[in-house]
């Protein structure tokens, strides 16, 4: 499986970013797959998941009502829309997937990951 994300940059404080993650070479039927952060010096959390046969959403608290998980399945992509970006949403996003159900997976435990990309918001 390979995961690669695109998206990201340097916007001010309420801006919108759209994050995409371009999924290759997996071979099962549906998989979750997730929107993590990590800062320095803090562990990775979790901040979006979907699963990819039911459509099923889940989202952080602190995103809720402000991030937007999608796919796009003709072109095996999935995009995190980000609206009204505040400076503590500041993180490396990775994407990662996982075959199991988003209901088991933690930023531990997730099998497959992208390179990140940056979001900066000042």
């Known amino acids: 499986v390979q995961l690669v994300e695109s998206g990201g940059g340097s916007v001010q404080v309420g801006a919108s970013l759209r994050l995409s993650c371009e999924i290759s070479?997996?071979?099962?039927?549906?998989?979750?797959i997730g929107w993590f952060r990590q800062t320095p010096g803090k562990e990775r959390e979790g901040v979006a998941r979907?699963?990819?046969?039911?459509?099923?959403?889940y989202y952080a608290d602190s995103v809720k009502g402000r991030f937007t998980i999608s796919q796009d399945n003709a072109k095996n992509t999935v995009y995190l829309q980000m609206n009204s970006l505040k400076p503590e949403d500041t993180a490396m996003y990775y994407c990662?997937?996982?075959?199991?159900?988003?209901?088991?997976?933690?930023?531990?435990?997730?099998?497959?990951w992208g390179q990140g990309t940056q979001v900066t918001v000042s």
């Open positions: 979907i699963y990819t046969g039911s459509g099923n959403t």
């Open positions: 990662a997937a996982d075959p199991r159900p988003c209901t088991v997976i933690t930023p531990g435990n997730v099998r497959y």
């Open positions: 070479e997996f071979t099962g039927s549906s998989y979750c």
